[in-house]
């Protein structure tokens, strides 16, 4: 199992890369050399909605790259509208401009041609929807050990010392 684990790690970070290498294709076939893949990805993620960076931030995986910076450029370029809120003024919400659902359009198309051409491989549907129903499992332990074992979980050994000081 742990082969399979370690493979399985390997091949969604491949994956992602490779889905990136994807959009920065489409990208160059659109003569779109303003944006970056990154940043495309987040434009399809913000999709219809106004929301703030952090909001953003947790509904995509962007490598670590700088998110503020990315929402940054894209605001210069005219992808996207931002607006600080009235009641934090730390917080900034965005949204697509009319450029941003344009291309946000055509990445949708692109999966729409990835769809269709799914269809001539032989890869099912069924495939498809057994492999997400194991990347949820997957994520939802992966959220269970974070929040087990990441920096915010309560020390185990913490509550004994406590327990045995008196």
């Known amino acids: 199992m742990a082969n399979d684990y370690l493979e399985l790690i390997s091949r969604i970070e491949l994956l992602h890369r490779q889905l990136l290498e994807l959009v ?28 703030t960076i952090g909001e953003l931030t947790l509904r995509g995986c962007y ?7 990315n929402v940054k450029k894209m605001v210069e370029t005219g992808y996207l509208d931002a607006e600080r809120s009235v009641h934090d003024l730390r917080s900034i919400r965005v949204k697509l401009t009319n450029k941003g659902h344009l291309l946000r359009d055509r990445l949708v198309s692109m999966y729409t041609r990835h769809t269709e051409m799914l269809s001539h491989t032989n890869i099912t549907e069924s495939d498809l929807q057994g492999a997400l129903a194991a990347l949820e499992r997957l994520s939802r332990f992966w959220t269970m050990s974070r929040d087990r074992f990441g920096p915010l979980a309560q020390d185990p050994f913490a509550a004994r010392s406590v327990q045995h000081r008196g």
């Open 63 to 69: 490598l670590g790259s700088n998110v503020s910076y």
């Open 24 to 51: 920065k294709i489409e990208l160059e076939t659109l003569g779109a050399r303003d944006i970056n893949n990154v940043q495309a990805l987040m434009l399809f993620n913000i999709n219809h909605a106004e929301m």
